[in-house]
């Protein structure tokens, strides 16, 4: 940020929020700075510090979690109220967004979720049904992945909590496939499922990996944003699992999620992952559910 020139600070998120709005394109949002700092963009000339805002805390409550914006991953990781959460799933997602403990104490979970930096946590939270706060400029609340296929970038808004409904009896299952330990996944899958009179009460499918735009359009997003897999929950929701549904997901859900060819992978790899991670996932959300009941 070499280009850098103001830093404002403000005390409300709705001051925040107008300061967005009305600065010059190069204004930003300041929240961990990981990516900011990291990508040292010439074009920023001011930042939002949203440090003020009182925006780091989790709550936990009869019916769900409540996070605020600027909660770090490393809290994530360490909160004793997360550590059963989604059978320690939460957890887990967060320690694995960076191999960096350094990064963990600063990246933050709303930076995390905007930028796409933190795949597996995103696609577990879109699978547990999370709801965010998005000022713009007033407050409303949207599904998490609609922050995905709304756009991100056309116009200002601050992302303030993140809430996470909790679900009775559910059975959640992760699932991943890198070049190595410490990179961003190439996929990720999340299965989250309930059962009730041995029907699927609730089914959340999050799928997402390493974030790739087209080298002609830089903002589109053609290949690894977070989505959730609607159309394939669809044909399990309300229905007795059997192998042979699970095998009718695996097959439909690859459509659900453009892939494209890159270093990292090709995108009849990447759509056939997709497959392949959901039917391990949900093989193993389903033995989780059944464990619940018993």
């Known amino acids: 940020m070499r280009n850098l020139t103001t830093i404002h600070r403000p005390t409300t998120v709705e001051e925040a929020v107008n300061l967005l709005r009305n600065g010059a394109s190069g204004t930003a949002i300041l929240a961990g700075g990981t990516g900011l700092v990291g990508e040292a963009s010439p074009a920023v000339e001011a930042v939002v510090d949203l440090a003020g805002l009182d925006l780091a805390y989790v709550r936990a409550e009869a019916d769900g979690l409540r996070l605020g914006a600027m909660t770090t991953l490393h809290d994530l990781t360490r909160n ?95 699932q991943a496939v890198r070049r190595t330990p410490g990179d961003a996944p190439i996929v990720a899958v999340t299965a989250a499922l309930a059962l009730e009179d041995g029907r699927v009460r609730y089914i959340g499918l999050g799928a997402g990996g390493a974030v790739i735009a087209a080298p002609d359009a830089p903002k589109a997003r053609t290949s690894g944003w977070p989505t959730r897999l609607a159309q394939t929950e669809h044909g399990l929701l309300g229905q007795r699992l059997t192998n042979q549904l699970v095998a009718a997901a695996v097959a439909q859900a690859p459509g659900e999620m453009p892939a494209i060819t890159d270093y990292l992978a090709s995108a009849e790899y990447r759509t056939a992952m997709v497959g392949t991670l959901l039917r391990r996932a949900l093989g193993e959300a389903w033995r989780a559910a059944l464990d619940t009941r018993s």
């Open 80 to 174: 004793s109220a997360l550590q059963g959460w989604a059978g320690g799933q939460l957890a887990r997602a967060a320690h694995a967004a960076t191999s960096s403990s350094l990064l963990r104490r600063q990246a933050t979970i709303c930076g995390s979720l905007i930028s796409a930096s933190a795949p597996e946590l995103a696609a577990l939270l879109i699978a547990l049904g999370t709801q965010v706060t998005i000022y713009r400029p007033g407050a409303s609340q949207a599904p998490l992945e609609a922050l995905y296929q709304d756009g991100l970038t056309e116009t200002p808004f601050l992302l303030t909590e993140v809430y996470v409904p909790r679900h009775k009896g559910l059975g959640v299952a992760s």
